[in-house]
DNA sequence: TCAATCTATATGACGCGTCATTCAATGACA
DNA sequence: TGTCATTGAATGACGCGTCATATAGATTGA
């Protein structure tokens, strides 16, 4: 039987969606068009740069996104190509990869960042 | 520069991402592993449970759902292929087309939500 | 020191969503 | 009524995320 309890889990759950699609939607297409990169790749680059400076990103990168490792390790690929990151090797660890923004990393970085921010503000609220 | 506003809009962000991914990636694999369908299919035989009687369903579905309309006809054909949902065609406007459940779509429908107001429940709160 | 096991990342096949396009039916208006 | 624009839906090419697996390096314990 349908409660009025689970109609409001539903109403709440759609309204989460909605809130999620619409915000994360438009900042994708906002990166796409003017930074020529998508949502994830810019969060993980956001992620990289919040970290300069400490050691063997790749994994920890892993534990900071509810993207899956094999994900992670594609869009890392992508940033690569486009020569926003450089994946460099880890000295104790051979196994283990650490990222670096590269320098048009950096700058793509602070200039997305603003954009990102203000259309979390906007969708947010 | 990075304000603490900024701070905060990024922080409340990846709490949505993460309450998204976990409570959508939650559902899905429970749908997927007792019924055989994923979250997007179980979202539409929701919606066209919801409305049964009424005409046309397929343009309004586009309206009560964040996914695209060729998504939408593309979750149709699999519901339909399963049996589970039947694509009737509109006698006052015949380029639109209206959705019915079956017998299987129902009775799959009603037991997979009872599992699927759970999962909100438990990952809402 | 050598197996067995575990861990960090990469890779390939696959499914799904998106975009652009297509097609058919409808509406508008002369 | 004939043209032109519009609308509802389907389709194909494409990109991306996922799962299962592969690979190489590390760790453990006898």
Redesign the pocket.
């Known amino acids: 039987m349908a409660t009025t309890r689970d109609r409001q889990l539903v109403e709440q759950w759609r309204s989460i969606q909605n809130s999620y699609f619409r915000t994360a939607g438009a900042i994708d297409?906002a990166l796409e068009a003017k930074f020529d990169i998508?949502l994830?790749e810019f969060e993980i680059l956001d992620l990289v740069a919040e970290s300069e400076e400490s050691a063997?990103?790749?994994?920890a990168l892993?534990e900071r996104t509810?993207?899956?490792?094999?994900?992670?390790?594609?869009?890392?690929?992508?940033l690569e190509k486009a020569g926003l990151v450089s994946?460099q090797t880890?000295a104790?660890?051979?196994?283990?990869?650490?990222l670096e923004l590269t320098d048009a990393g950096r700058a793509l970085h602070s200039t997305a960042a603003v954009e990102h921010r203000a259309l979390l503000k906007e969708n947010l609220g």
Chains 1, 2 share one sequence.
């Open positions: 297409r998508g994830n063997c990103r790749m994994k892993g509810p993207m899956t490792q094999s994900a992670v390790s594609k869009v890392v690929d992508r994946r880890c104790d660890d051979r196994r283990s990869l650490f």
